[in-house]
């Protein structure tokens, strides 16, 4: 079974940054994308961040020019910097890995994120 480990989760002030970090292991087939999603209290969850397999990354209108999303050279581990952190960036931060032939998708836990005013 696939395993999506998140971590680098926590408190801090608007202002500040954070990097979350998801690794994937048990991976015997190709990724086709990895990204994050995230849920806060009373809103649906919504896509955060994403990047393909050919290297091109797609986010959130809310987070563009603040969030960049990364990988490292095997591409079973996922990077999200947080700079200029906002309060309403607090939630639960998931981690999603969407696999090819045949295309599936897998979560993490959620990792949680809180910005204070």
């Known amino acids: 079974q696939v395993q999506l480990v998140e971590s680098g989760g926590g408190l801090v002030q608007a202002g500040g940054s954070l990097r979350l970090s998801c690794a994937a292991s048990?991976?015997?087939?190709?990724?086709?994308?990895m990204g994050w999603y995230r849920q806060a209290p009373g809103k649906q969850r919504e896509l955060v961040a994403a990047i393909f397999s050919g290297g091109s990354t797609k986010y959130a209108d809310s987070v563009k020019g603040r969030f960049t999303i990364s990988r490292d050279n095997a591409k079973s581990t996922v990077y999200l910097q947080m700079d200029s952190l906002k309060p309403e960036d607090t939630a639960v931060y998931y981690c999603?890995?969407?696999?090819?032939?045949?295309?599936?998708?897998?979560w993490g836990q959620g990792t949680q994120v809180t910005v204070s005013s």
């Open positions: 048990r991976i015997t087939f190709s990724i086709s994308a």
């Open positions: 999603n890995l969407v696999s090819s032939l045949p295309s599936r998708n897998y």
